[in-house]
Nanobody
Framework: QVQLVESGGGLVQVGGSLRLSCAAS????????MGWFRQAPGKEREFVAT????????YYADSVKGRFTISRDNAKNLVFLHMNSLKPQDTAVYYC?????????????????WGQGTQVTVSS
């Protein structure tokens, strides 16, 4: 079993930056692809970014491309989401998720493990 805990969310002004962290425990996730998803009030959970096992391949939703960066530190069992130029529409609960294979996916049903989420609020 894998446990995921997100941190780093908070309140930030438009144009600001945040770095979300996802700490994995229970087993190493260094051989798993990881992803970030988000869910705004009244909306479905949506894909944000995904990274393969080595960190060499990433993929982003069009809405965050060029502003967000996903990365990982396999030695520390950590995954990050660096968010720049934040907009009010980025306001959501952000979830970290782990697959049980090494390849990326943008589909939430491909992920076996999920964190509890961290709130990001962008104020104008």
């Amino acid at each position: 079993q894998v446990q995921l805990v997100e941190s780093g969310g908070g309140l930030v002004q438009v144009g600001g930056s945040l770095r979300l962290s996802c700490a994995a425990s229970g087993r190493t996730v260094s051989d798993y692809a990881m992803g970030w998803f988000r869910q705004a009030p009244g909306k479905e959970r949506e894909f944000v970014a995904t990274i393969n096992w080595s960190g060499g391949r990433t993929y982003y939703a069009d809405s965050v491309k060029g502003r967000f960066t996903i990365s990982r530190d396999n030695a520390k069992n950590l995954v990050f989401l660096h968010m720049n130029s934040l907009k009010p529409q980025d306001t959501a609960v952000y979830y970290c998720a782990a697959r049980t294979v090494s390849s990326r996916s943008r589909h939430f049903h491909d992920y076996a493990y999920w964190g509890q989420g961290t709130q990001v609020t962008v104020s104008s």
